[in-house]
């Protein structure tokens, strides 16, 4: 019986093998790269791309609380008129990649833009264009926000509303009760909603080159692309990857101890009255209106002028000829990562709740490492990969496929894990005790209760692929188009009618899942609780 | 209810896998010519259309700036998938050396030898040379300097100058500035057109900056104006040749070589002989591209009228296959002058 255990064990631990390979490969590439014998001084000249970037990550994290914290307070505890809605409107964002956000900005202010074209007649024609790191910076902030919103939402929705009746209790108005009781208990998500931000700050290459703020991922593409300096390339992506390790490192520390907190679903913050507004009703609904009408209406306005303009001259049916088959390639490596991500999470999962030690959670961990890597770092490994060791997937759409399991594979596994740990594992004993073999439990029972938490991983990371540029773009075979690819192409020229079509597309492939999956479950335990 | 979603996502997810995986598969027909094209997409697609109806090899072209095409090629080493590199400029295509196969004297022999490598691993195809594009309605051509040296004077007196720093034509530019006037001089000249350079990365986002107003005058390749009056007839803009002893309009090739870990050789080799023979009507007079044919054995193959003959463009005597070995100290040169942003 206990062998039979231990082969389990063994037997589970293999098949975890290819998840922890799929998740070194690119990084250790890289490495060789940069320190081969053929690589000379890659690591210099790095200074102004990585005060950039820290600068950028910083003022990102900053931004994005700002905006969130505020945001979610006003939601989820305040008496602001339609908070409900609010919530949603204030979360909907998530559903515009950022780049389509440094679209938006671009073809409204940029050369060529809705300004400029306003200004022309009056003779104006050189503007100065909001790019660089404030541009940056402010188109960053806007569509990550939502990352702390939703974070800090879900904490203050946690907190033990016995301890606010207490302090009511003795006599403190209900603003002081905020500030002393409430707000130290959401403190912890607040930080790690900034800092998933950083992370996202730091990691995207698409607003970084579009607005020319030369931050490492922009430097390591230039080098690779334009300065015929590839060791360099592979020396900048390592050093954006120990950076991006080092925040997660810092999201992890932040949520030290807050796991017991995350699962004690306080049933009831019914009764705590919602902070009253007072003078301050007006400025909060502002400051909600004008968050959601830079973040979510005035983007997608632009997008619908620019792709409106098309009508106007006859060629929307050509755009949209054009955009057919990208979406089509986008769909099909995007659904190809889902199922690949899903084989390779489910031993991990399987492993980790299933097995006890320090095995398991060591593969899990070093299978969580993409979620550190930036879309640019994992590209370049493959292409160094697939040049030396598999020229048969070298400009594939296959190892486009990889790069998005290398990236997205963490998604996967938590969603297999929660769906996992939903199986009790006496159900399973139960089964073989009837006499039923192991797979036709596995099948049977087990799948059966997992599956809406794998089926929503699987969702996550194809929500995550369909928007994927700088690994796309890195890595595709030849005349390779995603609607990522022609928004970045399109744009760079100034083309912003064009790249509107392919935006406002992909915005709408992803708006109903990730309204289903993100918004949705907090704005309804938001209604149950309220 | 709640089981139905995601029951018929993973249904969707499926159905697109085993498609993705049918596409996967195998054309059936015989594999196509692949074409690194450092040449832009809007200007040779017709060109190569062209070939494909002529000869019927289909081409797959892999579209990019020549630069990086070449520095992929360089990482790529044997095993790169492309059988043929068509540049932009000599120094990208020049760099490349080794990997590219020796070409046939008979194709060599159409071509005059300051337009082709010495080694006979790549030849011109059309020669092109450098202009400043300038916007007709907020600059008068009188304004216009008559060196290329005063753009980077400290008091350039018009708005700043559409520069694409790292685009190959402008990288084979400095290194022919180098040759010109030596390290130290191209330093300082980079330095100074950096302090009113506004940076593009293509040479046609500079032509469509200037026809816009947006920048005053850029840095190009003189064939870029054609294909924007082609889309745009009335665009205010024009080209300014630096002529005479000056090496503003120095005169580059777009080049051509064959991969010699190319397993299509002779269907590459065919690729060479029609660009460098049919190909040279379709940059001549009248033609979609005006650009100068460089088959000096071709009779009938003249510039278009409007452009100055290419004998009024001799400058200093540049020597274009010695671009590729300073192309590494040029693009840190650029680099040092801060215009890669």
Redesign the interface.
């Not at chain 1, 690779?224 to 590839?230: G, H, I, M, Q, V």
């Not at chain 1, 769909?331 to 190809?336: H, M, N, P, T, W």
């Given at each position: 019986m206990a062998a039979a255990a231990r082969g389990g064990r063994a037997l589970l631990v293999l098949a975890a093998v290819p998840a922890v390979l799929t998740a070194l490969a690119p990084i250790a590439y890289l490495a060789a790269r940069a320190l081969g014998s053929s690589a000379a001084g890659g690591f210099t000249?790095l200074g102004p791309a990585v005060l950039r970037t820290a600068a950028l990550a910083l003022l990102v994290a900053a931004g994005s609380a700002l905006i969130g914290v505020p945001f979610a307070i006003l939601a989820v505890r305040s008496a602001l008129p339609l908070r409900g809605l609010a919530f949603i409107l204030g979360a909907l964002p998530l559903v515009i990649p950022s780049y389509v956000g440094a679209l938006a900005l671009l073809g409204a202010l940029g050369?060529?833009g809705l300004l400029?074209r306003a200004l022309?007649p009056l003779g104006v024609?050189?503007l100065p264009v909001i790019d660089g790191l404030l541009g940056s910076t402010l188109v960053l902030v806007l569509f990550t926000y939502p990352y702390v919103l939703l974070l800090t939402a879900a904490a203050l929705r946690r907190v033990d509303p016995s301890l606010e009746r207490a302090a009511r209790g003795m006599g403190r108005g209900p603003v002081d009760t905020f500030r002393r009781v409430t707000l130290p208990q959401i403190r912890s998500a607040v930080v790690a909603g900034a800092l998933l931000a950083a992370l996202y700050a730091m990691s995207d290459f698409g607003v970084v080159s579009l607005l020319?703020c030369?931050t490492l991922t922009r430097e390591a593409y230039?080098r690779?692309?334009?300065?015929?300096?590839?060791a360099g390339a592979a020396a900048v992506g390592l050093v954006l990857a120990a950076l991006a390790l080092l925040i997660v490192g810092a999201e992890q520390w932040s949520l030290r101890g807050d796991t017991g907190a995350a699962r004690r679903r306080v049933r009831a913050a019914e009764d705590v009255a919602p902070l009253p507004l007072g003078r301050a009703r007006i400025p909060a609904i502002a400051f909600v209106a004008v968050v959601v009408l830079l973040s979510l209406v005035l983007p997608l306005a632009i997008l619908a002028w620019w792709a409106v303009s098309l009508v106007a001259d006859a060629s929307l049916s050509e755009q949209l000829r054009d955009a057919l088959p990208a979406v089509l390639n986008a769909?099909?490596?995007?659904?190809?990562a889902?199922?690949v991500c899903v084989a390779l999470a489910l031993p991990v999962a399987a492993l980790v709740t299933r097995v006890p030690g320090r095995l398991p959670r060591l593969i899990e961990s070093v299978s969580y490492v993409g979620y550190a890597l930036p879309g640019i770092v994992i590209g370049l490994g493959l292409?160094?990969l697939s040049?030396r060791s598999a020229?048969f997937l070298?400009?594939?759409?296959?190892i486009i496929v990889i790069a998005y399991a290398v990236r997205m594979l963490p998604q996967a596994i938590s969603g297999a894990r929660s769906g996992w740990e939903r199986v009790d594992p006496r159900f399973e004993q139960a089964a073989r005790g009837m006499g039923r073999g192991p797979i036709d439990v596995l099948a049977r029972v087990a799948l059966p209760l997992a599956?809406?938490g794998i089926?929503?991983g699987?969702?996550l990371v194809?929500l995550t692929a369909i928007k994927e540029l700088p690994a796309t773009l890195l890595l595709r075979p030849?005349?390779f188009e995603t609607p990522a690819t022609l928004i970045w192409q399109n744009t760079?020229?100034?083309q912003y009618a064009a790249a509107a079509v392919p935006a406002l597309i992909l915005i709408a492939v992803s708006a109903a899942?990730v309204y289903?999956l993100l918004v949705r479950p907090e704005a309804r335990s938001r209604r149950a609780l309220g | 209810m709640r089981r139905t979603a995601p029951a018929l996502l993973a249904l969707l997810f499926l159905a697109a896998a085993a498609l993705t995986a049918a596409c996967g598969g195998s054309d059936g027909g015989g594999e196509p010519l692949v074409v690194y094209s450092g040449r832009e997409q809007e200007l040779v697609e017709p060109l190569y259309a062209k070939f494909t109806a002529d000869t019927g090899i289909e081409l797959d072209v892999r579209w990019g700036d020549s630069a990086a095409l070449s520095a992929t090629i360089l990482e790529e080493g044997d095993a790169s998938p492309a059988d043929v590199f068509y540049a932009q400029d000599a120094g990208s295509i020049g760099v490349l050396d080794g990997l590219l196969a020796e070409l046939p004297a008979d194709d060599r022999a159409l071509i005059p030898a300051q337009y082709q490598d010495s080694g006979g691993r790549w030849v011109g195809v059309t020669g092109r040379a450098r202009v400043m594009a300038y916007n007709t309605e907020r600059v008068e051509a009188a304004q216009l300097p008559g060196s290329v040296l005063e753009l980077a004077q400290a008091d350039w007196p018009l708005g700043p100058i559409g520069v694409a720093p790292t685009n190959a034509s402008f990288v084979g530019f400095v290194g022919a500035l180098r040759q010109v006037l030596g390290d130290e001089a191209t330093q300082a000249w980079l330095d100074g057109i950096a302090t009113h350079a506004r940076t593009y990365e293509k040479n046609s986002q500079i032509v469509d900056a200037v026809a816009a107003g947006e920048v005053d005058t850029g840095l190009v390749n003189h064939y870029y104006l054609y294909e924007k009056l082609a889309s745009d007839p009335a665009a205010p803009i024009a080209n300014h040749y630096f002529v005479g002893a000056d090496v503003g309009s120095f005169v580059n090739v777009a080049a051509v070589g064959v991969l010699a870990g190319s397993e299509r050789q002779a269907d590459a080799e065919t690729f060479v002989t029609w660009l460098l023979t049919e190909g040279q009507v379709f940059f001549a007079a009248e033609a979609e591209e005006r650009e100068y044919p460089l088959n000096a054995t071709q009779p009938g193959l003249e510039a278009a009228a409007d452009l100055p003959p290419l004998a009024d463009l001799s400058g200093p005597e540049i020597d274009l296959a010695a671009l590729a070995a300073g192309l590494e100290g040029t693009v840190q040169m650029i680099r040092d002058a801060g215009l890669v942003t």
């Open positions: 000249d050369p060529r400029a022309e024609y050189q020319r030369t230039l690779y692309a334009s300065l015929y300096d590839p769909i099909g490596v995007s659904a190809a889902a199922v292409v160094f040049i020229p070298y400009q594939t759409a296959a599956a809406p089926l929503t699987a969702a194809f030849n005349g760079a020229v100034a899942p289903a | -």
